[in-house]
């Protein structure tokens, strides 16, 4: 985490972003292991089955933590990318507008 944090605001939003690709994964990864082994989709109406997918994903999320490194080192090998495509073109014009 340290070699991500040495990218200041870019190291933590490429973090941001990888983390946020994963659960966006995870998740309907889960839903779709949930209509492997039940045979229907999940009824998040059903509070049983609500909590099938989410003990799925609490389940996972334990697996997950062995892809830790692996995050941190998408999130490093981005920074760069995101402090020059996020960063510097939305965040440095903000900067400019403030000092003129």
Same mark, same amino acid.
């Given at each position: $985490? ?10 933590? #939003?490429?973090? +941001? ?6 659960? *966006? ?18 009824? /998040? ?5 609500? *909590?099938? +997918? =989410?003990? #799925? +994903?609490? *389940? ?11 995050? /941190?080192?998408? *999130?490093?090998? $981005? ?7 996020? $960063?510097?073109? /939305? =965040? ?9």
């Amino acid at each position: $985490m340290d070699d991500v944090k040495k990218y200041g605001t870019a190291g933590t #939003l490429s973090y +941001v972003i990888t983390e946020l690709i994963f659960w *966006a994964v995870a998740f309907p990864t889960e839903c779709i292991v949930y209509l492997n082994t039940a045979g229907h989709w999940p009824d /998040f109406s059903k509070p049983e089955e609500s *909590a099938a +997918v =989410f003990g #799925l +994903v609490f *389940a996972a999320s334990n697996i997950a933590r062995l892809l830790l490194p692996i995050r /941190f080192g998408a *999130a490093l090998a $981005m920074a760069p990318w995101v402090d020059e495509n996020i $960063m510097q073109k /939305f =965040f440095k014009q903000e900067e400019a507008k403030e000092g003129a």
